[in-house]
T-cell receptor, first 112, second 112 residues
Framework: NAGVTQTPKFQVLKTGQSMTLQCAQD?????MYWYRQDPGMGLRLIYY???????DKGEVPNGYNVSRLNKREFSLRLESAAPSQTSVYFC???????????FGPGTRLTVL | DAKTTQPPSMDCAEGRAANLPCNHS???????VYWYRQIHSQGPQYIIH???NNETNEMASLIITEDRKSSTLILPHATLRDTAVYYC?????????????FGAGTILRVKS
């Protein structure tokens, strides 16, 4: 099993550009999450999807949209990137409420 | 979710036990204590979790005080590869979406 995979690994955008971060898991997990991590700080939850077909806002959702495409895939979209969105983005998944979260390797995004 | 307090950093000699404390004085009866760690630039990794009994797995032991207001993560024989940021998180396990809120964590430096 590959676990949780994220693409791309690195991305540089100009202010105002849009892009979609992709996340997929092959563990048949129900719930998926997007976090961001700014330098020297802990992770903050952007959006999550408790099950296929549902999405909910986390702690810092402004400027982002998500799509739970199917049980495997959960994408994060930046419609108009801003320098404040420069961060490392982590996707995670978990089978259910009692289980640990598995994290992907991260996408390092720089917005100029 | 209850807030947690951890020391910003700790040092440990290689081969010795690393004891990482966490205060969660406002924890409620249905909240679990989770520990994750993040090795440089990687996604966080689940270590262990518990409610009120002490727990042990292949990675670590978790000691929770009787009043549940604090806990200690123990790495019995720390190695250089255990150098990481360790996060203590408390949350309600059955909360919709299994959200985790990460604080700043403790930077553990294992030295030879």
């Amino acid at each position: 099993n590959a676990g949780v995979t994220q693409t791309p690994k690195f991305q540089v955008l100009k202010t105002g550009q849009s892009m979609t971060l992709q996340c997929a898991q092959d563990m048949n997990h129900n719930s998926m999450y997007w976090y961001r991590q700014d330098p020297g700080m802990g992770l903050r939850l952007i959006y999550y999807s408790a099950s296929e077909g549902t999405t909910d806002k986390g702690e810092v959702p402004n400027g982002y949209n998500v799509s739970r495409l199917n049980k495997r895939e959960f994408s994060l979209r930046l419609e108009s990137a801003a320098p404040s969105q420069t961060s490392v983005y982590f996707c995670a998944s978990t089978r259910g409420n009692y289980n640990e979260q598995f994290f992907g390797p991260g996408t390092r995004l720089t917005v100029l | 979710d209850a807030k947690t307090t951890q020391p910003p950093s700790m040092d440990c000699a290689e081969g010795r036990a690393a004891n990482l404390p966490c205060n969660h004085s406002t924890i409620s009866g249905n909240e679990y204590v989770y520990w994750y760690r993040q090795i440089h630039s990687q996604g966080p990794q689940y270590i262990i979790h518990g409610l009120k009994n002490n727990e042990t797995n292949e990675m670590a032991s978790l000691i929770i005080t009787e009043d549940r207001k604090s806990s200690t993560l123990i790495l019995p024989h720390a190695t250089l590869r255990d150098t990481a940021v360790y996060y203590c998180i408390v949350r309600v396990v059955w909360e919709y979406g299994n959200k985790l809120v990460f604080g700043a964590g403790t930077i553990l430096r294992v030295k030879s």
